[in-house]
């Protein structure tokens, strides 16, 4: 495993992670969620991604119950939770967004539900446009001063609302936030490499990036239809397999199946090469990982040695194929 400094803090991620999203607590069962956190684990992995919303908290009580479970030393790993959408199915308007109670409610809440005593991450899940920033930022630091939260971070916030939240954390002496949490991976590239260009080094903003097989699109699973068992294939997954295969859809999986071409004739898994591909963005900290399986992680923590391996012609004929 490789460790990255999550921007300019002084945090160690690993630079593979590993995330609960839609399997835990929901599509996968207590005892694949451990053999999943343990093969992470024995992999050098040491951040699991969490938010208050998946399946309901459930996710975060199971992410909990395995580390307990696996006896991890707490000095040795971190947990994240991102609090904006509430954990209940049809919040009250107290039980979401990014107010000065609610951020101190879900933090709470998902201290009980992951059973630790601070988190190492929490992020505001998505910017919240009834709450002013300066709050935001303000009820931030006081979970920072109060020791629940080690650096609270953003995520899906434009570029323009992280230099704000920085500005009023300057002006007022207030922990700025140290992260940022986007989609990043072959078929969305823009606000990584482009609209956050100039924050990398203004702000020493590191990312923890999600979804890098675009939900297992990468993989070259859907180029012939949606197979069973599959997360667009699941019923409750409409709404996403109509966001990535509705209207766009097909030209999406045209760039996708000319990348598993690249893929084959560069020996590699798609896979891996998908992931290997945001690793060598240098603004990346760490990839949240996603997986089923315990097989699927394994292919995908092959990622770094991928990485390894493929020389700059090779990233060309990836950059063409999904161009
Ligand atoms: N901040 C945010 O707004 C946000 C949003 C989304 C995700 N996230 C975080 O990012 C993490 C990763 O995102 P993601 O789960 O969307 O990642 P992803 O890598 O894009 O998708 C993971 C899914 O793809 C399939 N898959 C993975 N590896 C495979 C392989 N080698 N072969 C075949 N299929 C494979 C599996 O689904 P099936 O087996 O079910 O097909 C797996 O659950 C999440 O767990 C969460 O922690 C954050």
Redesign the pocket.
Known sequence: MQYRRLGSSGLQLSALSF?????FGA?IGRSQARNLVACAWDHGVNFF???ENYAHGEAERVMGDVIADLRLPRDGYCVSS?AFFGSVSDPAPTQRGLSRKHLNDACNAALKRLRVDYLDLF?C?RPDPDTPILETVQAMDALVRQGKVMYWGT??WSAAQIREAHKHARANHLQAPAME?P?Y?LLHRERVELEYAPLYAEYGMGTTV???????L??G?YNQGVPED???G?DTMGWLREHLLGDSGEARLQRVRRFTRVATELDE?P?ALAIAWCLRNPHVSSV??????VE??Q??LQALEVLERIGEAGWQRVKAAVA
């Open positions: 995330g609960a999203w839609v399997t599509q991604d969490n938010a991102k992020f899940h995520s899906e949490q989609q991976n999600w979804s890098p097989l675009a939900s297992g990468l993989t699973k599959t997360r667009l699941h898994a896979a949240i990982l996603g997986a089923s399986h699927q992680l292919q995908n």
